[in-house]
């Protein structure tokens, strides 16, 4: 079993930036990703790191501004957000588990209970 929780969430200026990270339980996943999903739309990937390569793999609509990276000594994934845009205000939830495409939702078999972003302009 393995337990996720998010923390690092807030509210923020359009520029600003925010980090969030996602303490994990447990080692039983191959990739560690962000998801995140705004009011009255579907849940999207974000980021996604693969823990043996260490291969990181990001949405467009957030490449060059986000950066997903992994501590493995504390077992935490962090995503840190620069260039924040009104656009990426949604719930943002880390996920884990044996994944081929990290973009793909069901494929995640391990959440956490998600931690709220918002960007004012």
């Known amino acids: 079993q393995v337990q996720l929780v998010e923390s690092g969430g807030g509210s923020v200026q359009a520029g600003g930036s925010l980090r969030l990270s996602c303490a994990a339980s447990?080692?039983?996943?191959?990739?560690m990703g962000w998801f995140r999903q705004a009011p009255g739309k579907e849940r999207e990937g974000v980021a996604a790191?693969?823990?043996?390569?260490?291969?990181?793999y990001y949405a467009d609509s957030v490449k060059g501004r986000f950066t997903i990276s992994r501590d493995n000594a504390k077992n935490t994934v962090y995503l840190q957000m620069n260039s924040l845009e009104p656009e990426d205000t949604a719930m943002y939830f880390c996920?884990?588990?044996?994944?081929?495409?990290?973009?793909?939702?069901?494929?995640?078999?391990?959440w956490g209970q998600g931690t709220q972003v918002t960007v004012s302009s």
């Open positions: 996920a884990a588990g044996w994944v081929g495409n990290w973009a793909s939702d069901r494929q995640y078999k391990y």
């Open positions: 447990g080692y039983t996943y191959n990739c």
């Open positions: 790191i693969y823990t043996g390569g260490g291969g990181t």
